[in-house]
């Protein structure tokens, strides 16, 4: 059966799975297959065994034979190992949909390198590596860079006191994951995140989803009589786009209040920072769906306010982790703003933006900016409010990406766009990658949303 890991890591991750990604040297492999023989499938306790507790830290394995160094969050005793116990971990230098449990029987852990606290833990040991970048000075633009590409969360000390108070009880809700594996479809799937199923589901190891109608089950026997009398070979609401096998829905969320909100809770084993679970009557949901034979089948979606003060054209984006790396998170972006488009209003997505959020953004920004300038740049009276209105970019995204670029400037209380021909040429050279739209209007069917519903 296919299987899906943490697909939608950053190529500068260099991992691709949870708990088992990343390469690795064959001297790190072997110890790691030597720690493994001291206690694997034995109630022998493993060569300098310890309790752990919360804080600790120590080498870990992970199935690739690669060490990582993991704090250990949480505990549990083993199942027929008397005295001993699985550990929950974070490895500290990597981001936490890599947290696992690492099982007593597994033996992947390495006492001998056994540290009392973890400190700063993952916080202290990104903010270190920022802080060096190659014994270059950390200048704040440099640090802003280096935190973007890497993913490099917020420290508690960066954050004000409301917004650090808010994640560190966020982080000791959220900081166990229980499921590790869902079925959806024929694929199945490595979770990354904590998501609060109902009890009774949310501490399974391995959840079952029917991959129409999103219901969630205990058992692949529940599920194989479920998809006898399910009935559903597409996703709840109205087809609004169709153009070859690409599809797109459009869901009320009053309308379809359970299936939008098994939809979140799905989508919040992917993504970290997402509290929309149950309130879903106010946002539209536009899931972007494959079509063949057997039905529509789910690849992403992203939601929206129906009445945004804001012109936010986008709250939550999300692309499954087996159907990424396809063009399929760009497709959302740029759907969302054709309907913009057809609104006639400019939008911009709900801030913050989630780490890969940024980066697929920031991608799409800036192939829409250099394209505009590329036309346009050699305009003596190109403005922000220009392009904004020509690109539909909300003028702070056009600013901000434009600064990732080096190419604007204040001066004298006006924001000057400064066009690089270096850039200019590169982006010509690798615009062949990104080719044509993905979106065709044409294929739209869709009218605006007047006055909520």
Same mark, same amino acid.
């Given at each position: 059966?296919?299987?899906?890991?943490?697909?939608?890591?950053?190529?500068? *991750?260099?991992?691709?799975?949870?708990?088992?990604?990343?390469?690795?040297?064959?001297?790190?492999?072997? $110890?790691?297959? #030597?720690? $493994?023989?001291?206690?694997?499938?034995?109630?022998?306790?493993? $060569?300098?065994?310890?309790?752990? =507790?919360?804080?600790?830290?120590?080498?870990?394995?992970?199935?690739?034979?690669?060490?990582?160094?993991? !704090?250990?969050? !949480? @505990?549990?005793?083993?199942?027929?190992? %008397?005295?001993?116990?699985?550990?929950?971990?974070?490895?500290?230098?990597?981001?936490?949909?890599?947290?696992?449990?690492?099982?007593?029987?597994?033996?992947?852990?390495? =006492?001998?390198?056994?540290?009392?606290?973890?400190?700063?833990?993952?916080?202290? @040991?990104?903010?270190?590596?920022?802080?060096?970048?190659?014994?270059?000075?950390?200048?704040?633009?440099?640090?802003?860079?280096?935190? !973007?590409?890497?993913?490099?969360?917020?420290?508690?000390?960066?954050? *004000?006191?409301?917004?650090? @108070?808010?994640?560190?009880?966020?982080?000791? +809700?959220?900081?166990?994951?229980?499921?590790?594996?869902?079925?959806?479809?024929?694929?199945?799937?490595?979770?990354?995140? =904590?998501?609060?199923?109902?009890?009774?589901?949310?501490?399974?190891?391995?959840?079952?989803?029917?991959?129409?109608?999103?219901?969630?089950?205990?058992?692949?026997?529940?599920? +194989?009589?479920?998809?006898?009398?399910?009935?559903? =070979?597409?996703?709840?609401?109205?087809?609004?786009?169709?153009?070859?096998?690409?599809?797109?829905?459009?869901? *009320?969320?009053?309308?379809?209040?359970?299936?939008?909100?098994?939809?979140?809770?799905?989508?919040?084993?992917?993504?970290?920072?997402?509290?929309?679970?149950?309130?879903?009557?106010?946002?539209?949901?536009? +899931?972007?769906? !494959?079509?063949?034979?057997?039905?529509?089948?789910?690849?992403?979606?992203?939601?929206?306010?129906?009445?945004?003060?804001?012109?936010?054209?986008?709250?939550?984006? &999300? #692309? &499954?982790?087996?159907?990424?790396?396809?063009?399929?998170g760009r497709m959302l972006i740029e759907f969302s703003y054709l309907l913009s488009k057809t609104e006639n209003c400019i939008g911009s997505p709900e801030k913050p933006l989630s780490d890969l959020g940024l980066v697929s953004y920031r991608s799409f920004w800036k192939h829409r900016l250099l394209d505009y300038l590329h036309l346009h740049g050699d305009s003596t009276t190109l403005s922000i409010?220009?392009?904004?209105?020509?690109?539909?970019?909300?003028?702070?995204?056009?600013?901000? #990406?434009?600064?990732?670029?080096?190419?604007?400037?204040?001066?004298?209380?006006?924001?000057?766009?400064?066009?690089?021909?270096? &850039? &200019?040429?590169?982006?010509?050279?690798?615009?062949?990658?990104?080719?044509?739209?993905?979106?065709? %209007?044409?294929?739209?069917?869709?009218?605006?949303?007047?006055?909520?519903?």
């Amino acid at each position: 059966m296919p299987t899906s890991g943490a697909a939608m890591a950053s190529e500068n *991750d260099g991992v691709s799975g949870g708990g088992g990604g990343g390469g690795g040297g064959s001297g790190a492999a072997g $110890a790691a297959a #030597t720690w $493994a023989a001291t206690a694997a499938a034995s109630s022998e306790k493993p $060569a300098g065994f310890r309790e752990l =507790f919360a804080g600790n830290c120590m080498q870990i394995q992970w199935r690739d034979g690669t060490v990582h160094r993991g !704090e250990v969050v !949480e @505990k549990r005793p083993a199942v027929n190992l %008397p005295g001993q116990f699985d550990y929950y971990v974070h490895y500290t230098e990597h981001n936490r949909r890599l947290d696992e449990w690492v099982m007593a029987h597994e033996g992947r852990l390495n =006492f001998a390198t056994f540290e009392e606290s973890a400190g700063e833990g993952a916080r202290g @040991k990104e903010l270190a590596a920022a802080a060096s970048d190659g014994g270059r000075k950390m200048t704040r633009n440099r640090k802003r860079r280096h935190d !973007e590409i890497n993913h490099v969360q917020k420290s508690y000390a960066d954050m *004000d006191a409301t917004t650090a @108070k808010l994640e560190k009880e966020y982080e000791e +809700v959220t900081k166990v994951k229980y499921i590790n594996r869902v079925q959806l479809g024929k694929f199945e799937i490595d979770a990354w995140y =904590f998501s609060p199923y109902p009890e009774e589901y949310g501490k399974l190891s391995h959840l079952y989803i029917c991959e129409f109608c999103l219901k969630y089950m205990r058992s692949p026997k529940t599920l +194989v009589h479920h998809r006898q009398v399910c009935g559903h =070979f597409q996703p709840a609401g109205t087809e609004i786009y169709r153009k070859d096998n690409i599809s797109v829905f459009e869901i *009320d969320g009053r309308e379809h209040k359970v299936y939008c909100q098994n939809l979140c809770l799905l989508a919040k084993l992917f993504l970290d920072h997402k509290t929309l679970y149950f309130d879903v009557e106010p946002f539209l949901f536009y +899931v972007l769906t !494959e079509v063949d034979a057997h039905g529509a089948h789910l690849v992403g979606y992203f939601s929206k306010e129906k009445n945004s003060f804001l012109n936010h054209n986008l709250s939550c984006i &999300m #692309t &499954m982790p087996h159907r990424q790396r396809k063009g399929y998170g760009r497709m959302l972006i740029e759907f969302s703003y054709l309907l913009s488009k057809t609104e006639n209003c400019i939008g911009s997505p709900e801030k913050p933006l989630s780490d890969l959020g940024l980066v697929s953004y920031r991608s799409f920004w800036k192939h829409r900016l250099l394209d505009y300038l590329h036309l346009h740049g050699d305009s003596t009276t190109l403005s922000i409010k220009q392009v904004s209105r020509d690109t539909l970019l909300d003028p702070y995204d056009i600013i901000s #990406t434009l600064q990732s670029l080096y190419m604007i400037k204040y001066w004298r209380g006006r924001h000057m766009i400064v066009v690089r021909p270096d &850039m &200019m040429k590169d982006h010509l050279k690798k615009s062949s990658r990104y080719g044509d739209s993905q979106v065709d %209007p044409k294929c739209l069917r869709w009218t605006p949303l007047v006055g909520g519903r």
